[in-house]
């Protein structure tokens, strides 16, 4: 199959900091951004809702219950909602204050000098807004955003509604063998339906022959997560991984 080169005059092997520096700071949040890039991390990963003001939000579960104590869900708040929620206390103290950002915020603040993975975080399988949503900022902020994102999903749907908006961009189907993820999805079978352009599988899935057969017999890129041990690291890249999304940044950089 043909497909769109992953990132391709960005030095390898790729690293995305994990949410930000979730080791360090509170995820998906300004300050994780910003100590990723203060430890050095040449990218960042983050998640991505559509609130029900229509603003693209970055955070990760359906929930803020996890982060700030609302157990109502994301796409059914509006954006003075969730302004005035903390998001940064639950990590630490000194966190207080931190509020989720919007994806336009941080991709004025860190792209293109950071490239970014941007996880779209939908359920819908049809009649999705967030595809088209998150497609029509990017060209809103320009060629050099453009060729600096790439955009994964666990939700194949998602990942081909936006390759109709924007076909240029890498796009990921994402996987693990969690009760979350449907069962016909757990070993990767999204890669099919997205016709996506690099796959992101759980570490735990990576051994030489999957690895052989999606990198070699697929020619799909692949970028491993979530990394946060060098040793295990270091044996990813052996097995041919471009890339690992990492919770710790500054021990990764490291051994790279």
Not at 143 to 165: D, M, W, Y
Request: proline share 8%; aromatic share 8%; charged share 25%.
């Amino acid at each position: 199959m043909s497909t769109v080169p992953l990132l391709p005059d960005r030095k390898r092997p790729l690293v995305f900091a994990h949410r930000g520096c979730s080791s360090l700071a509170p995820e998906n949040t300004m300050a994780a951004y910003r100590k990723a890039r203060e430890v050095g991390a040449p990218g960042i990963e983050l998640d991505v809702h559509v609130c029900a003001s229509g603003e693209l939000v970055v955070a990760h579960d359906d929930t803020f219950q996890r982060t700030a104590g609302d157990p109502r869900v994301v796409e059914s708040l509006s954006l003075d909602a969730i302004n005035a929620l903390d998001v940064g206390a639950f990590f630490d103290p000194s966190f207080r204050g931190e509020h989720p950002p919007l994806l336009e915020a941080v991709m004025e603040e860190f792209c293109p000098a950071l490239y970014i993975d941007i996880e779209l975080k939908t359920r819908k399988t049809q009649n999705d807004p967030l595809p088209g949503l998150i497609a029509e900022k990017l060209k809103s902020l320009g060629e050099g955003v453009l060729q600096s994102v790439t955009i994964s999903s666990f939700n194949p749907f998602a990942l081909a509604a936006f390759k109709r908006h924007c076909p240029a961009v890498p796009t990921a189907i994402i996987w693990s063998a969690d009760q979350e993820v449907p069962c016909i999805l757990r070993r990767g079978f999204g890669r099919i339906l997205s016709g996506c352009d690099y796959l992101k599988p759980i570490h735990l899935q990576v051994n030489r022959f999957s690895s052989f057969w999606w990198r070699v017999m697929e020619k799909r890129p692949l970028v491993s997560w979530t990394v946060d041990d060098p040793a295990l690291a270091e044996t990813l890249l052996m097995r041919g991984c471009e890339g690992l999304i990492t919770n710790r940044p500054q021990d990764i950089g490291a051994v790279i």
